[in-house]
């Protein structure tokens, strides 16, 4: 082969529809094709692999002189018959009727080619041992698989190809469409306009959109099929029938094959491809809810029939076979896995036929009973940061085993018993709304008042005291009037004063319980003008803590000795206090004790002096108030008038911009002063167009001021580049960063932030 026709793509289809995103994965593939001779792209069914690699193959045919070649296996069936279709795909002609591997072999080893093996993983042996062959023989020849699994060979290396981003719907409450950012909308909106004319995503469905495509997981292939339903329904009814997504999800073009014709019949394809203990830990593992770890799949999954080792080998192959999603642990953490909700939904279908379904909820129920039980019992020492990590990424499955608790008969004292152990993750987390809601509804499904309910009704009321001193008072009188039953452990009005170290059997709830009355005791006397009688209270409680290696409760005795400091007229002990406090809070993820931390360190820093600081510490805690849902409390109201009086509005706004713009960890490494200070006001700037005073941007570059501004001023990502002079795609790239860099979801965000300085609110994902 030789000129124009030597560098071409042979095989492929042409595309008939827009490639939708994908530039990060298609970039990392030519990167690993370029260092290695052979990738496979790893996904689900229906998640885009051969689009990726047909678009692939097309950008890199002018680095093979003898063309990318496409090979479809998707249709075949007979592992033999592997090298006679790649030999047929490269219009190898054997006439003498020799051995098929040979002749391909002979045809390979003097060329330099590209070839992309599609659908790989019916026929993995056949295909690896092909790959093999041609590896070793052809020096020159690089391949490109797409497989839901690997091929297995030592010199594969491997690039799995995840559903498209969606964004959660609440980040989209603003009146700006999100263009470009999401491309799972993108290709929802593409789909539906070739059947709808003229259909866009728009501030008023562009919420009801995100929530489709999160239901779908972000799969092209669901998102495709359902965009084909626009010709019927709404965005809303397709919503409100995706409880049936298999039956509605059908349609697809005839001209794909069969199995991506439907969504069902693309897993059934997944699912005839594994073992027989696979498909059966595939269907019990359907029970957990979002991710989890092997930990809980072994005991979800382990019985009689089929032993931990069993299970550890199916949750691999299940891997492999890309049925199972694979999320690396961090910092140490274990490796965690996810079923697609499509792929979970098919999974408890089996299960149902199985007859196994109540038997799989129940090993779940006992399982992350046992879990929180466990964090309990260590709760009131070392560890607390790993325990909390841990139960909110398993939120979903602790909803979970609670509703399934509350529908089963029989089983509402164990909700109640599961809503109660996890008072301390209620606390930590600032959900005492939704720890309240499960112990009510336990109540109602028949659970009788325990000793478990009334310590977490006590202890949810002692933090709100701490917190607030105002709904608090109902939760309290209800603990408190409920008479002791023998065997309860309830403390009474001055009975969790005793820090005895006896006290801390059954793990330490009444440790915790005597440590924040202490503290409430502190934070009294400290609003009550009597800080001198909180210090020692403080310093004991902080003795109890430190010796047991306790770290949340010490967090809110370290708050109230800032406090009681502060009062004394001692600003830099409080300041030192406050911010060992802060660390504390941040370690454990405390983000509504956070704020009002920092709420402390702004009127401390007024205090010393540093009213700049204590300007951008407040912006911080603005933001960190939009995700808590708070109000300011009286330190933070107090730091803001003294704050505005002594720099004046315009020198307050500029900081507490800054402030409001930082991310929770910058905010924390500026208060803890191992962050610079905001630079200086650069005053304004020229764009074209009328001066603007400029917002003291955290990390935005000069470039990037000057596009948020035009943003404000209502310009598109067309017009920015025609006034700024620059390419399209370099504005769109801009755009992009601006808006991450800040936090913000949408342009109107930023457009709010450049005219007024006040972040704009979002609401926060429910609890």
């Given amino acids: 082969m030789g000129g124009y026709e030597s560098r071409r793509a042979v095989g492929f289809p042409a595309e008939t529809t827009s490639f939708v995103d994908r530039r990060h994965e298609a970039a990392e593939a030519k990167r690993l094709l370029s260092v290695s001779r052979l990738l496979t792209l790893t996904g689900p069914g229906g998640v885009g692999k051969t689009r990726l690699a047909a678009r692939v193959a097309a950008q890199l045919s002018r680095a093979f002189p003898d063309g990318v070649w496409l090979v479809p296996l998707a249709a075949l069936q007979d592992e033999g018959l592997v090298p006679h279709t790649v030999a047929a795909a490269l219009g190898i002609r054997d006439e003498r009727g020799g051995r098929p591997m040979e002749a391909l072999i002979e045809y390979l080893r003097d060329r330099r080619l590209l070839l992309v093996l599609d659908n790989c993983e019916h026929l993995p042996q056949a295909c690896a041992v092909l790959a093999a062959a041609v590896l070793a023989a052809a020096r020159g020849v690089r391949i490109l698989a797409t497989s839901r699994h690997r091929l297995g ?47 866009t995503i728009t501030a008023e469905n562009q919420q009801a959109v995100a929530r489709l495509c999160r239901r779908l997981d972000g799969l092209p292939l669901a998102i495709e099929l359902a965009a084909v339903r626009m010709r019927a329904l709404g965005v809303d009814q397709l919503l409100g029938r995706l409880d049936d997504r298999y ?36 269907a019990r593992l359907s029970v957990l809810v979002g991710g989890f770890d092997l930990d809980a799949a072994e005991a979800v999954c382990a019985d009689e029939r089929l032993g931990r080792c069993g299970v550890f080998e199916a949750v691999a192959g299940l891997v492999d076979k890309s049925v199972l999603i694979r999320e690396a642990g961090t910092d140490g953490r274990p490796v965690r896995y996810r079923l697609l909700g499509s792929l979970r939904d098919y999974g408890l279908e089996k299960l149902s036929g199985l007859g196994e379904a109540a038997m799989a909820r129940r090993r779940h129920c006992d399982y992350f009973l046992r879990l929180a039980g466990g964090y309990e019992k260590r709760w009131f020492g070392p560890g607390q940061s790993e325990a909390v990590a841990r139960l909110r990424a398993e939120q979903d499955n602790l909803r979970g085993a609670l509703d399934f608790c509350l529908s089963t008969e029989g089983e509402a004292q164990s909700a109640l018993h599961l809503a109660g152990t996890l008072w301390f993750y209620w606390s930590v987390k600032g959900a005492w709304g939704e720890g309240r809601y499960w112990l009510d509804q336990a109540i109602r499904a028949g659970a009788q008042p325990t000793g478990a309910r009334a310590k977490a009704l006590w202890l949810g009321g002692l933090l709100a005291l701490i917190n607030g001193r105002s709904t608090a008072l109902l939760a309290l009188e209800e603990a408190a009037g409920r008479e002791r039953q023998p065997g309860d452990d309830l403390p009474v009005a001055v009975a969790p004063l005793d820090l005895a170290p006896a006290r801390s059997r059954d793990g330490g709830e009444m440790m915790t319980f005597a440590i924040l009355t202490r503290v409430e005791l502190a934070c009294t006397l400290v609003f009550h003008g009597r800080p001198e009688r909180a210090v020692p209270l403080c310093a004991q409680a902080r003795a109890v803590c430190e010796a047991h290696g306790e770290q949340w409760a010490l967090s809110y005795v370290l708050r109230i000795l800032a406090l009681a400091q502060w009062a004394l007229g001692d600003p830099e002990s409080a300041a030192g206090h406050a911010r060992a406090a802060l660390r504390l809070k941040h370690l454990i993820r405390d983000t509504h004790g956070l704020g009002r931390v920092l709420d402390i360190l702004a009127l401390i820093a007024v205090e010393l002096g540093a009213v700049e600081r204590s300007a951008v510490l407040l912006g911080a805690v603005a933001r960190l108030r939009v995700g808590t849902g708070r109000s300011a409390d009286e330190s933070g109201s107090r730091a803001e008038r003294q704050t505005r009086q002594a720099l004046g509005e315009c020198v307050f706004r500029r900081a507490f911009r800054y402030g409001a713009g930082l991310s929770q960890a910058e905010a924390v490494a500026y208060a803890l002063e191992e962050a610079p200070p905001p630079a200086a006001d650069p005053g304004p700037r020229n764009t074209g167009s009328a001066n603007t005073a400029q917002p003291a941007a955290p990390g935005l570059t000069r470039r990037e001021t000057q596009v948020a501004e035009l943003i404000a001023r209502g310009l598109t990502n067309k017009q920015i580049a025609e006034t700024l002079v620059i390419a399209r795609r370099t504005a769109e790239g801009h755009v992009e960063r601006i808006l991450n860099k800040l936090g913000f979801g949408c342009r109107s965000q930023v457009a709010a932030w450049i005219t007024s300085g006040v972040v704009p609110e979002r609401s926060s994902p429910s609890a």
């Fill in 153 to 199: 060979l030592t010199e594969e290396h491997l690039l799995d190809v995840p559903p498209l981003p969606s964004p959660d719907p609440e980040e989209l409450a603003g009146p700006g469409v999100p263009g470009g950012r999401y491309p799972a909308l993108d290709l929802f909106a593409d789909r539906a306009a070739a059947v709808v004319p003229g259909f």
């Fill in 247 to 282: 039956r509605l999800l059908t349609g697809g073009s005839p001209a794909v094959p069969p199995r991506h014709q439907t969504l069902r019949s693309t897993v059934d394809w997944s699912h005839g491809l594994c073992t027989p203990q696979e498909q059966l830990v595939w």
